[in-house]
């Protein structure tokens, strides 16, 4: 049984929080560069150089890359022999957080209670912390900020399996036409396919710790990636202003589901599509 302490993780989670925040990662900006060189429109070329500049200027100033440092998504796998001391896991995390967003002067956005009373926690806490046992001695921990904007345009339907590849097609263009510029493409969409309806919503976030320019490893799920990106960059909506570079990449997770429903849950997230993993 190895043994890590909770102030350990707590330290490496705000390192995460802050690091996220500053550095848009290299395949992001990799497949803006992509996208810059092939958009013919002018106005998403202005759009698109701008995004990049900002990109470069949060790296080498340490900046937030976006004023909406968002709500923390943190997914834990937990080795079965592992023994945290010194605290709880979740209380470790969450400390990161707080001690993350007030040390890097990340915007704090998260409300205790939902409708009633909004008052700010005022330290970004707590995160939406999923925790998943898996063999061995260590802990991976996946952090996703992810800004209000980009989730709010969010959606999931329930299909019945006769919708099939078409119907999930149909789906995501309804959620993506919907939320128009309003997710600030170009954007990255996270897609969970399978399960029930909440276990279609968390892989649709897992999906978008994945690199942009991953696939899914199931060819057929890998297609339907390619077929969805070019869908999405056929609506004109482009980047903000209009343009083909309307989506840098399409992940899709999928899971197994009744015999009766296809549930399709889409997480839109914008191009400050910020994640870190660490394995302690």
Not at 75 to 83: I, K, N, P, T
Not at 112 to 123: A, Y
Not at 151 to 164: F, I, S, T, Y
Request: with cysteine; net charge negative; charged share 25%.
């Amino acid at each position: 049984m190895r043994e890590l302490d909770a102030k350990t993780i707590t330290e490496n989670v705000a390192e995460m929080c802050k690091e996220a925040a500053y550095y848009l990662p290299e395949d992001v900006v990799a497949a803006l560069k992509k996208g810059r060189e092939t958009e013919k429109s002018p106005a998403g070329q202005a759009v698109l150089d701008q995004i990049l500049k900002n990109a470069e200027i949060a790296r080498t100033e340490d900046r937030p890359y976006c004023q909406d440092t968002g709500m923390v998504i943190v997914f834990l796998e937990v080795g079965q022999d592992l023994h945290i001391t010194g605290g709880d896991l979740n209380d470790a995390v969450n400390a990161g957080i707080a001690k993350g967003y007030t040390e890097g002067y990340l915007r704090k956005s998260v409300v205790g209670e939902p409708l009633f009373n909004r008052v700010n926690t005022k330290d970004n806490t707590p995160g939406v912390i999923y925790t998943k046992l898996v063999p061995g001695d260590q802990l991976k921990i996946t952090i996703a900020p992810k800004g209000a904007g980009s989730e709010n345009k969010g959606g999931v339907r329930m299909l019945v399996p006769a919708d099939g590849v078409e119907g999930v097609k149909k789906a995501v263009m309804d959620i993506v036409l919907h939320a128009s510029m309003n997710p600030c493409p170009p954007t990255v969409l996270g897609i969970g396919i399978g399960g029930n309806m909440d276990r279609a919503c968390v892989m649709s976030k897992l999906a978008l710790t994945r690199s942009v320019d991953s696939h899914n490893p199931d060819p057929r799920y890998a297609k339907l990636e390619d077929e969805l990106l070019d869908l999405v960059n056929q609506t004109g909506i482009g980047p903000q202003l209009g343009g083909s570079t309307t989506c840098l990449g399409v992940n899709i997770e999928w899971g197994p589901t009744h015999i009766a429903q296809l549930p399709v849950a889409v997480s839109i997230c914008c191009h400050a599509m910020r994640h870190k993993s660490r394995t302690l």
